[in-house]
């Protein structure tokens, strides 16, 4: 699975160390820190990164230059800045996303989390995951996504969960492999899952999923449904 990566712009070192770190521990590779807009430039002339982190003000200068370069690759921005209000620094800070300092780890990870080809969401008060794939899914990124549910703490293998894969142009699993997928699923007996998906292809990769799931009979009840309202209807009849 190719490692995504991620561009960081921040002139206070600690600051830009704990962003590096907590963007390293989601699982991407870090350009950076870079603590001036001719650093972060030169890094932008030797790859283009998945989505920039980038400070407003470094020292005597602004990010603008940056922004302006991100813009042109085509990156997402998040805007790092203690200032609510940055357009006021520079029209080309306009409705880019902020994370205002200080800001905690949680809400860093949330944004790179949503990045990934397959990212989730738990609401414990309604006892739901919400999956979400995006792009090319490959069998390593569910995987990953299988064991970081898992491990969260906020997770009941009870819970329903409600995968919507319509944004995924693919799903590349081997067949030989979508095996592996459903005995790793984390769900309990009786938990329903449903797969929202788009394609004839995508359909077959997840109703072969289903299958084996429905086989083994270990892992909660899947459904698999071309729109959003039938996979939410199912889910509630239980």
């Known amino acids: 699975m190719e490692q995504p990566v991620a561009l960081v712009v921040e002139d206070e070192p600690l600051i830009g160390m704990d962003i590096a770190l907590t963007i390293e521990d989601a699982g991407w590779r870090v350009l950076g820190p870079a603590p001036s807009v001719a650093a972060a430039l030169a890094l932008l002339a030797r790859e283009k990164p998945d989505i920039a982190f980038v400070d407003v003000h470094l020292n005597r200068e602004t990010s603008g230059p940056v922004v302006i370069r991100l813009g042109e690759l085509g990156t997402p921005v998040v805007l790092t800045t203690a200032y609510p209000n940055p357009t006021v620094m520079g029209p080309e800070f306009e ?60 997770f009941d293998p009870a819970f329903r969960l409600l995968a919507d894969y319509r944004a995924a142009t693919s799903i590349q699993i081997q067949r030989h492999r979508i095996a592996e997928v459903a005995a790793n699923a984390p769900f309990s007996p009786g938990a329903r899952r449903a797969f929202v998906v788009s394609g004839l292809r995508n359909y077959d990769v997840v109703r072969q999923f289903q299958s084996l799931n429905d086989a083994d009979g270990a892992h909660g009840q899947v459904g698999v449904f071309y729109d959003f309202d039938s996979a939410n209807r199912w889910l509630e009849e239980a």
């Open 95 to 154: 409705g880019l996303p902020l994370l205002v300092k200080p800001f905690d780890h949680a809400a860093l990870r949330s944004i790179v989390d949503r990045r990934r080809g397959v990212s989730y969401q738990i609401d414990a008060e309604r006892r739901i995951v919400f999956l979400y794939g995006r792009g090319a899914l490959r069998v390593d990124e569910i995987l990953e996504m299988q064991r970081r549910l898992s491990a969260d703490p906020e």
